[in-house]
């Protein structure tokens, strides 16, 4: 299977970083292809102009060979901290520019955008890792839970990935080593179980 691995969190030092090398590892150890993308590194460029807009616009080659990599994915796997109730800008951008019409999705013939788009990627599940600092009992009685509304219903759902697993591990500002170590363990269960060995 082609994996898609997606990562944003400015620093290298980052628990997030430790997930997704621990995700992208497990993937490999399991015989999987894996693109995996740490968005600040590749210093992504994340406003979206208006040249880009329209199904049949040009786009940059950068943002083509997203696009392919998006769209020939048996799996996508996203890890960022939720701040502010979002992930990161970066990844919004990523979001916007990469999850194109035509690309992720399209409208019925006749529909001029009013309409539920049709879900176009091929991948059959998605996995979202989140961080957070916020205990859940406080995030879910005062917030709620944004990032289910944007991963789950707003992005995948609507672009054809109906399995979607998401885990948020908290409170990352007061976790252990003995924590974090469980918590990786996690990550390579979670991503195991969804992306099993390849069969000879």
């Known amino acids: 299977?082609?994996?898609?691995?997606?990562?944003?969190?400015?620093?290298?030092?980052?628990?997030?970083?430790?997930?997704?090398?621990?995700?992208?590892?497990?993937?490999?150890?399991?015989?999987?292809?894996?693109?995996?993308?740490?968005?600040?590194?590749?210093?992504?460029?994340?406003?979206?102009?208006?040249?880009?807009?329209?199904?049949?616009?040009e786009i940059p080659p950068s943002i083509a060979q997203y696009c392919a990599q998006l769209s020939d994915a048996d799996g996508i796997i996203v890890v960022h901290p939720n701040w502010w109730g979002q992930p990161p800008a970066i990844m919004k951008g990523w979001v916007d520019r990469v999850f194109r019409p035509g690309i992720?999705?399209?409208?019925?013939?006749?529909?001029k955008g009013e309409g539920?788009?049709?879900?176009?990627?091929?991948?059959?599940?998605?996995?979202?890792?989140?961080?957070s600092n916020t205990p859940e009992e406080r995030e879910l009685a005062i917030f709620g839970d944004p990032l289910a509304a944007i991963w789950e219903r707003c992005i995948f759902d609507l672009c054809g990935i109906k399995n979607i697993h998401r885990?948020?591990?908290?409170?990352?500002?007061?976790?252990?080593?003995?924590?974090?170590?469980?918590?990786?363990?996690?990550v390579q269960q979670t991503?195991?179980?969804?992306?099993?060995?390849?069969?000879?």
């Open 116 to 131: 539920s788009p049709i879900g176009l990627l091929r991948a059959r599940s998605a996995i979202v890792i989140n961080t």
């Open 1 to 57: 299977m082609k994996v898609l691995v997606v990562l944003a969190h400015p620093n290298k030092l980052s628990f997030n970083h430790a997930i997704a090398r621990t995700a992208a590892a497990t993937l490999v150890n399991n015989g999987h292809d894996v693109v995996l993308h740490d968005l600040y590194e590749e210093k992504f460029d994340a406003l979206l102009p208006t040249s880009e807009i329209l199904k049949d616009s």
């Open 167 to 186: 885990t948020m591990f908290r409170v990352l500002v007061t976790s252990t080593p003995e924590k974090r170590h469980n918590w990786l363990e996690e």
């Open 191 to 200: 991503v195991a179980k969804h992306y099993p060995p390849e069969a000879n």
């Open 104 to 111: 992720a999705y399209e409208f019925e013939e006749g529909d």
